[in-house]
């Protein structure tokens, strides 16, 4: 029924069923030819995000990230439009790539989205990659948290976190810095592992000098635990 009024209906019914049913490709495809053969269509917004998400599914991320842009920038009242902005949100995350959505985010008054939710995902994107053993990656993304947001509720964590990542590529002195970061705060969960493993790093370096005065703290966190 080529000249059918429902044929709208029937690409979106098509599409949703293929991606449904994990055959990405051919479902983009399907909601291509929808988005730009009825542009009018009540199936409009739901098409960009259902695209957009087959993208994200198999892999595709910049076209997600491409499809999500655009339903946000001609539909910015859907509540299509608010799914989208989450769904980059975490694309973002997934690639490290955070200051690169908060850069876009900002360009719009109609998505609240503030410093603290900024910085929360930036965290989440760094502890993602630790989690996932990308301890190269993770250092770079800790280290731009900690330097914008020293005093955040999980700047803490990333210390002790960033210092792991370094030390599992072998820099260790970087892990050194932010093992002593960790120290330098009230006694914390990390206290007692951080002085542990900064001890074995100056002592295999052969730095007694350094290694003393955490020798120390580690007895003395020992007698308190007594």
Same mark, same amino acid.
């Given at each position: 029924?080529?000249?059918?009024?429902?044929?709208?209906?029937?690409?979106?019914?098509?599409?949703?069923?293929?991606?449904?049913?994990?055959?990405?490709?051919?479902?983009?495809?399907?909601?291509?030819?929808?988005?730009?053969?009825?542009?009018?269509?009540?199936?409009?917004?739901?098409?960009?995000?259902?695209?957009?998400?087959?993208?994200?599914?198999?892999?595709?991320?910049?076209? #997600?990230?491409?499809? =999500?842009?655009?339903?946000? &920038?001609?539909?910015? @009242?859907?509540?299509?439009?608010?799914? %989208?902005? /989450?769904?980059?949100?975490?694309?973002?995350?997934?690639?490290?790539?955070?200051?690169?959505?908060?850069?876009?985010?900002?360009?719009?008054?109609?998505?609240?989205?503030?410093?603290?939710?900024?910085?929360?995902?930036?965290?989440?994107?760094?502890?993602?990659?630790?989690?996932?053993?990308?301890?190269?990656?993770?250092?770079?993304?800790?280290?731009?948290?900690?330097?914008?947001?020293?005093?955040?509720?999980?700047?803490?964590?990333?210390?002790?976190?960033?210092?792991?990542?370094?030390?599992?590529?072998?820099?260790?002195?970087? #892990?050194?810095?932010? =093992?002593?970061?960790?120290? &330098?705060?009230?006694? @914390?969960?990390?206290?007692?592992?951080? %002085?542990? /493993?900064?001890?074995?790093?100056?002592?295999?370096?052969?730095?007694?000098?350094?290694?003393?005065?955490?020798?120390?703290?580690?007895?003395?966190?020992?007698?308190?635990?007594?």
């Amino acid at each position: 029924f080529p000249n059918s009024k429902y044929r709208d209906d029937a690409y979106f019914q098509l599409a949703s069923t293929l991606s449904n049913t994990g055959r990405y490709q051919e479902s983009i495809e399907n909601f291509n030819k929808l988005i730009s053969k009825f542009p009018n269509s009540q199936y409009q917004t739901k098409s960009y995000l259902k695209k957009g998400l087959a993208e994200y599914n198999s892999n595709q991320n910049q076209e #997600a990230i491409t499809s =999500f842009k655009a339903l946000v &920038e001609n539909y910015p @009242n859907s509540q299509e439009s608010a799914q %989208a902005v /989450k769904n980059l949100e975490q694309i973002y995350i997934d690639l490290g790539q955070i200051s690169e959505y908060a850069k876009w985010v900002k360009k719009y008054d109609f998505i609240d989205y503030s410093e603290n939710d900024l910085a929360d995902a930036m965290y989440e994107s760094a502890q993602q990659k630790y989690l996932n053993k990308d301890f190269k990656e993770a250092t770079i993304i800790y280290e731009k948290f900690l330097k914008s947001y020293p005093k955040n509720v999980n700047s803490l964590n990333a210390e002790y976190e960033c210092a792991i990542s370094y030390q599992n590529t072998e820099n260790f002195d970087k #892990a050194a810095i932010h =093992f002593e970061r960790v120290l &330098e705060r009230e006694n @914390n969960a990390y206290t007692l592992k951080s %002085a542990e /493993k900064l001890a074995v790093l100056y002592l295999e370096k052969g730095d007694q000098n350094k290694a003393l005065p955490v020798l120390i703290q580690l007895n003395n966190i020992a007698k308190q635990a007594e």
